[in-house]
C-alpha cells in the first residue's frame, strides 16, 4: 500500500478478506485501530520491513489474527511500477535492488510455504501465486525501438535483473513443491498489453474467480502443470489438474 489498493480492491470485488503489505505506520494505538476499520470493508493493511524475515512471519501472523486463517496469498512483483520508480544506474540502486527486490519475495516464500504445511496438511492445499506484470527493458528497446512508446516505463538492468531472479525462483519453487500435498504453485505473467493486465481492478477478479474455481473443483496442479506459466484471462479448465479432498 498505497500502490497495492486497486489490486486489494479487486480481490475483495471476487469475495476475499485481503491482507496487504503496507510501510511502518507512526501513531501507535492509533494505527492499530485503522487496520482494524480497513479489515471490516475486507483490506487490511498490515506492517512489512522487507529486508526482515521477523516481518514476514508476523505478515502472516497479522493475517491470521484478522482472518482466522491464510488460504492464499499472492506474490506480485509488478516490473512495470518498480521500473516507474527506480533512480539512476548507482551501487546503491543495485544494493536496493538486491535487498528490497530478491531476498524479500523470497523470504516471504519460504514463511508461507512453511505455515501452509503446517495448517493445510491434512485440507485442501493453500494457493500461493507468483504474479509477475512485465514491462520492456533496456535490452528489448534495442531489439524493438518501438517499445519506446511512452506507455510502459522501461525497466533498468536492475529491475530487469529482479524481475527474472523473481520468475526464476518461482519457477524452481514450482517444481520443488509441485507434489506436496500441502500447497499449490501457480505462475501467472503478462503485460498490460492486454486490457485484463493494464487494469490491477480486473487482474485481480480474473485471478481471484480463477482460484475459486480452484477450489469448488476440488483439484490441485500437477508437478509439471505448476511449472506453466498461465495467462491472465486464462478460463479454469480441469484438465490441468487433479482431483483432491475439499476442505
Known sequence: MPAGSKFADGLVLSGRNVAVSGPEQEGGEDSDISRQINAVSGVS?????????????SLILGTETFFDKMDEAVLYFDEEWYASTEGALTM???LRGSDELIFPYQC????ILSRFEKKNSTG??????FLLKESPCIADTLRSPAMRNGVSAIASPVIAAAAAAFAAFAENIAVQYGNQPFVNVLLVRGDRSTDIV?????????LGGYLQALEDNGMKASAK????????GT??????FFPFGKR
Open 235 to 240: 478460463k479454469f479448465s480441469s484438465g490441468t
Open 124 to 129: 485442501m492445499p493453500g494457493n500461493l501465486v
Open 45 to 57: 493493511v498490515i506492517e512489512w520491513h522487507r529486508t526482515s524475515p521477523v516481518s514476514s512471519r
Open 225 to 232: 502443470k505448476s511449472l506453466a506459466w498461465l495467462k491472465p
Open 92 to 94: 546503491e540502486e543495485c
Open 108 to 111: 516471504l516464500t519460504l514463511e
Open 198 to 206: 493494464a487494469s490491477d481492478v480486473e487482474l485481480a477478479k480474473w
